[in-house]
């Protein structure tokens, strides 16, 4: 499902995101923070935001896509209030990552790198986060929990969950 995405709805970003291009363009590595910029400004890429920057920056989109995609910390679609990630690098794997990824997947009803149709939770895929002696590791917006079991993950997002209604 694409996201909708609108430039009078987003003026206020958009208008800070032009001059975040503005003050990087022609500069050496701009894609990088051009990017990440996009990413923080609207939450994720917008095709429409990827289709003006190639042009602005006179670069192939097929460039900025390729750059977006090898990094897990771009997202094509609107992340969750709370974006989950279970660490898959080999001290996580081996300690039953995949296991406890799936299990979110089933607690939340979504696919890896989906969100919940309430719009609250992302499952984000990662590899490691540098915390293999605390393997396995989940994270919640980076806020990390060692040595997660499946027994956690049910509290966990009624905590979350419970955070929303506080909100309120």
Same mark, same amino acid.
């Given at each position: 499902?694409?996201?909708?995405?609108?430039?009078?709805?987003?003026?206020?970003?958009?208008?800070?995101?032009?001059?975040?291009?503005?003050?990087?363009?022609?500069?050496?590595?701009?894609?990088?923070?051009?990017?990440?910029?996009?990413?923080?400004?609207?939450?994720?890429?917008?095709?429409?935001?990827?289709?003006?920057?190639?042009?602005?920056?006179?670069?192939?989109?097929?460039?900025?896509?390729?750059?977006?995609?090898?990094?897990?910390?771009?997202?094509?679609?609107?992340?969750?209030?709370?974006?989950?990630?279970?660490?898959?690098?080999?001290?996580?794997?081996?300690?039953?990552?995949?296991?406890?990824?799936? =299990?979110?997947?089933?607690?939340?009803?979504?696919?890896?790198?989906? *969100?919940?149709?309430?719009?609250?939770?992302?499952?984000?895929?990662?590899?490691?986060?540098?915390?293999?002696?605390?393997?396995?590791?989940?994270?919640?917006?980076?806020?990390?929990?060692?040595?997660? *079991?499946?027994?956690?993950?049910?509290?966990?997002?009624?905590?979350?969950?419970?955070?929303?209604?506080? =909100?309120?």
């Amino acid at each position: 499902m694409a996201a909708e995405f609108s430039w009078e709805a987003q003026a206020c970003n958009v208008e800070h995101f032009k001059e975040t291009v503005a003050a990087w363009k022609g500069r050496k590595g701009a894609l990088m923070p051009i990017l990440q910029d996009a990413q923080i400004t609207f939450g994720y890429l917008p095709r429409q935001i990827l289709e003006w920057t190639a042009k602005e920056l006179n670069t192939p989109i097929a460039e900025l896509y390729g750059v977006a995609t090898f990094y897990s910390q771009f997202s094509f679609e609107p992340l969750g209030k709370y974006n989950i990630s279970v660490c898959q690098g080999t001290a996580c794997y081996v300690k039953g990552a995949e296991k406890l990824q799936d =299990d979110f997947c089933d607690a939340l009803g979504i696919e890896a790198g989906g *969100t919940s149709e309430d719009g609250l939770f992302s499952l984000v895929e990662t590899r490691c986060v540098g915390e293999c002696s605390l393997a396995p590791v989940v994270s919640v917006n980076g806020e990390m929990y060692p040595h997660f *079991t499946k027994k956690q993950i049910k509290p966990l997002l009624k905590k979350l969950r419970s955070a929303e209604v506080m =909100d309120d």
